[in-house]
Nanobody, 123 residues
């Protein structure tokens, strides 16, 4: 049973920081590129960031570039999203994603999803 279990979401004021964690189990973690997506109310689930299997390559959506950092600890089967300088428009449910075929940049590439964790940024 593959599980991606997220933690670290919550309420933060604009300009603040959060670190999301996603603990993976039931899969060979190093076979998967990992990523984060988010879905704001009434919107599509959008790409946020991804990291390659080794952790050597990362990709970011333009809106997060320079503010968010994705990383992974393969020894702990965990991927992280460090979010700094948060803005109200970052408010969304954030989802952890795993892609056996590469680094996920679209939902169609995702093999497994986490349950989602709410991030709310107040003005």
């Amino acid at each position: 049973q593959v599980q991606l279990v997220e933690s670290g979401g919550g309420l933060v004021q604009a300009g603040g920081s959060l670190r999301l964690s996603c603990a993976a189990s039931g899969l060979t973690f190093t076979w998967y590129g990992m990523g984060w997506f988010r879905r704001a109310p009434g919107q599509e689930r959008d790409f946020v960031a991804s990291v390659s299997q080794s952790g050597g390559s990362t990709n970011y959506a333009d809106s997060e570039k320079g503010r968010f950092t994705i990383s992974r600890d393969n020894a702990k089967n965990t991927v992280y999203l460090q979010m700094n300088s948060l803005k109200p428009e970052d408010t969304a449910v954030y989802y952890c994603a795993a892609d056996k075929h590469g680094t996920p940049t679209t939902s169609r590439n995702v093999d497994y999803w986490g349950q989602g964790t709410q991030v709310t940024v107040s003005s």
